[in-house]
């Protein structure tokens, strides 16, 4: 595998239910080598996560610390089959890099054809740049429609190593992202490979990934992770250095 030089799904002690300071996850990365990192505490309908004000403040983080680039965003909630997001627009201008993702706790699905409906509308939102595990079997979805739709859009489709972990007890991972691999390099879409970080150990920590990457022998021109350059080139991310 190549070097990893970004991770960009990360949580501190800021979303309330992991246990590292940004300081502490800033560090880690940059002695893992990481060019990029983001910070992207979960949005406000996840139970404990910070306060609305938080997304207002994050101008004073400084954007390079330990000689990475810190991108601060959010980790929005998908609410229902509408595409419904927990933050207003507001709030996204004011986020370096969006991503948005469904939560049991905070989701209200229908059929497989209403959820994807609902998950092509968060796609096509210009100010979503990834759609967080989508494959982790929260909602049953149709893929290709949403591969075909990333691609258009130019927003990635995170594979999350988090999501297969034994204790998050989710059955279908496994399977659906072989599935969105499968897709993404049937049809040329590149992707991103998701930490999903809740302490500074797992910080560019794809080990449970790397058995799947293998069996669909999915190309590294197509994870984003690899190549910071075509990362903010593709999603149309400014590099504030501030």
């Known amino acids: 595998m190549r070097k990893v030089l970004l991770d960009v799904h990360t949580h501190t002690v800021a979303s309330g239910h992991a246990y590292s300071s940004l300081q502490e996850m800033a560090q880690a990365a940059a002695d893992k080598g990481l060019q990029v990192l983001g910070i992207t505490e979960h949005g406000p309908s996840i139970i404990g996560t910070c306060p609305l004000v938080y997304f207002r403040n994050m101008f004073v983080v400084p954007r390079q610390l330990y000689g990475v680039k810190i991108l601060m965003g959010c980790e929005v909630n998908i609410l229902d089959t509408k595409g419904t997001l927990d933050l207003d627009e507001e709030y996204l201008d004011r986020l370096d890099i969006g991503i948005a993702g469904i939560h049991e706790k905070c989701w209200k699905g229908g059929t497989k054809e209403e ?70 390099k049937k049809h040329q879409v590149p992707t991103i490979l998701g930490s999903d970080a809740h302490i500074s150990f797992q910080i560019a920590d794809y080990t449970r990934l790397l058995p799947l990457l293998a069996e669909t022998e999915f190309p590294d021109e197509l994870i984003m992770n690899f190549w910071p350059e075509q990362f903010f080139e593709y999603l149309s991310i400014v590099r504030n250095e501030e």
């Not at 968060?122 to 909602?139: E, L």
């Not at 999350?160 to 279908?172: D, E, G, Y």
């Open 115 to 184: 959820n994807t409906q609902g998950m092509l509308n968060v796609i096509r939102h210009p100010k979503i740049h990834i759609i967080s595990h989508p494959g982790d079997g929260t909602a049953e979805l149709d893929f290709e429609p949403l591969v075909l739709a990333a691609k258009e859009s130019h927003t990635l489709l995170e594979i999350n190593n988090h999501s297969l972990a034994p204790q998050r007890k989710k059955p279908m991972a496994h399977d659906n992202n072989l599935e969105l691999l499968r897709l993404c």
